[in-house]
């Protein structure tokens, strides 16, 4: 029998993905589909049309070829293809986004409920990610590139909180099989779940709660994840160079990785790469952004207080922290620092849709900032807490209305 607290989490997991969804899929047919969502519906309409096959006649392959240049991740493919057998909708590949935006809302309430102790910062924490302007477009967009790796994400988060406090080794190789997971999910799924992977094991080891012997089930388990890509480019190994070869690692730098190194030295890719990841700091992009819907940037203005406030708690900790907790923060934060690197590594100045786990780590953070004054228990402290909220709720109320409801 379910206990008062889990039917209470599990009430607000259904509250949260129906405001999500509803939000998120509102008007979804409004505006038309952009470049980038052609792709998705493309895909869906052509296995529809051909009874699951691609265009090299290939019956649900790993990957679903369009062209000869151009090939599609599964997750997203064939969630569509699934929302728009069962309801068919225009485009259906805003509603999947949907769907998937709405999980990505309700797996932050469960870990921020579980890292802060106290479901009102779960709530808190998926309220500013339900509201994130970044994430609200991408949930509300049938781009390749998005908010389908959100999931897979968190629950690799999920799973390496357990594992930090139980030491189960079944919750760390669930965390590595989500990791491989988010390459399944979009072309930049690859390389964020490797900066993920990175930054949880160097966590984790910080803290002595990671060692040789607990790494083989996750290897294991990453391993079972990874094998349908394998066999795939066994089989189909022409397929590579346009899939994880573009998206993630060139086979001109496996054969040859010295290659990667003089790359990877090249004073102009260098200051090309370092521009890109540091105007995603810029504060005029970061917190305000005259082009966009009611000014908003990445993330609403008055989240800034808080993301201020959480950078001045990880440096000087009101309180001891757990091992665990610490792990936690550790990730969360250098995620959202090294986020920025996956738009990057594509050269693609601004996609804030191939880092979307930089309003997800921001939120975290900015959660943990709420926390940093509300437990100050001084009735300014409180203040500074209440009024950058309300004014979140205002700026969100006229960005939506800006984006959905009355665009310009």
């Given amino acids: 029998m379910a206990s008062p607290r889990h039917r209470q989490d599990a009430a607000a997991a259904a509250l949260l993905a129906t405001v999500a969804f509803g939000l998120y899929s509102y008007r979804a047919d409004e505006p038309p589909p952009t470049a980038n969502e052609k792709p998705l519906t493309a895909a869906v309409d052509l296995l529809s049309a051909r009874g699951g096959r691609d265009d090299a006649g290939r019956f649900l392959p790993v990957f679903v070829r369009l062209s000869s240049e ?3 991740p599964p997750v997203p ?20 986004a949907a769907a998937f935006g709405a999980l990505g809302v309700v797996l932050t309430y469960a870990f921020a409920s579980d890292l802060f102790r106290r479901r009102a910062f779960g709530w808190i924490a998926a309220l500013l990610l ?7 477009a991408s949930a509300r967009s049938g781009a390749l590139d998005g908010v389908w790796v959100i999931p897979p994400l968190l629950l690799s988060l999920l799973a390496v909180r357990s594992f930090a406090e139980t030491g189960s080794h079944r919750s760390l190789a669930a965390a590595a099989a989500a990791l491989v997971g988010c390459a399944y999910a979009q072309p930049s799924g690859a390389f964020l779940g490797v900066i993920a992977g990175t930054t949880a094991v160097t966590g984790l080891g910080r803290a002595r709660l990671l060692g040789i012997r607990d790494t083989w089930r996750a290897a294991l388990a990453a391993a079972a994840v990874a094998l349908p890509m394998a066999l795939w480019f066994v089989l189909h190994p022409a397929s590579y160079v346009d899939t994880l070869g573009r998206w993630f690692l060139h086979p001109a730098y496996i054969r040859n990785p010295w290659s990667l190194v003089l790359r990877l030295m090249n004073w102009f890719s260098l200051a090309e790469w370092a521009s890109i990841y540091w105007n995603f700091f810029d504060p005029t992009r970061l917190l305000y952004s005259a082009a966009g819907p009611a000014s908003a ?26 091992a665990e907790e610490s792990v936690l923060l ?23 849709q191939k880092a979307l ?11 943990l900032g709420v926390r940093a004054l509300w437990t100050r228990q001084s009735k300014w402290a409180r203040a500074a807490v209440v009024l950058p909220l309300g004014l979140a709720l205002v700026q969100f109320v006229a960005f939506y209305r800006s984006l959905v409801i009355a665009p310009a």
């Fill in 70 to 72: 151009l090939w599609l």
């Fill in 77 to 96: 493919v064939y969630t569509t293809l699934a929302i728009a057998t069962v309801r068919r909708t225009e485009p259906p590949g805003r509603q999947s």
């Fill in 297 to 322: 940037g990445t993330f609403l203005m008055a989240v800034g207080v808080f993301l201020g406030m959480a950078a001045y708690d990880l440096a000087r900790p009101q309180r001891p922290r757990t």
């Fill in 130 to 136: 339900l509201s994130n302007p970044a994430y609200v």
């Fill in 357 to 367: 786990s930089l309003p997800l780590f921001g939120t975290i953070l900015g959660t």
């Fill in 330 to 352: 550790w990730i969360v934060a250098v995620g959202f620092v090294a986020s920025p690197l996956v738009s990057a590594s594509f050269a693609e100045p601004g996609a804030i």
